[in-house]
Nanobody, 123 residues
Framework: QVRLMESGGGLVQTGGSLKLSCAVS????????MGWYRHAAWKHREFLAS???????VYADSVKGRFTISRDNAKSSVYLEMNNLKPEDSASYYC?????????????????WGQGTRVTVSS
């Protein structure tokens, strides 16, 4: 069983900062990339950032320059440092881990998701 657990959400004022963490637990799953998404009420889920095992990063334009994704492979963890937060950043934030597992009949890929952590930015 692979599980992802986010933490670090909360209430912050406009212009403030938060750092989200996501830890992956479970055996037998080889992670290739991890990422962060968010989902605000009445909006589509939005990609924010991703990072590969080699440290290559991709950012959405909406957060580029304000958010930084990082990863600790030894801890199977991914982080999202968020600066200069705005009310429109308020949402539930989710991490995911993409990778695969070797089974008897072959290699299977999957993406796991965490339960989310709530971020609220007050104006």
């Amino acid at each position: 069983q692979v599980r992802l657990m986010e933490s670090g959400g909360g209430l912050v004022q406009t212009g403030g900062s938060l750092k989200l963490s996501c830890a992956v637990s479970g055996d037998g799953f080889s992670i290739s990339a991890m990422g962060w998404y968010r989902h605000a009420a009445w909006k589509h889920r939005e990609f924010l950032a991703s990072i590969t095992n080699d440290g290559e990063t991709v950012y959405a334009d909406s957060v580029k320059g304000r958010f930084t994704i990082s990863r600790d492979n030894a801890k199977s963890s991914v982080y999202l440092e968020m600066n200069n937060l705005k009310p429109e950043d308020s949402a539930s934030y989710y991490c995911n881990a993409s990778g695969g597992r070797q089974l008897e009949d072959g290699w299977y890929e999957h993406t796991y998701w965490g339960q989310g952590t709530r971020v609220t930015v007050s104006s």
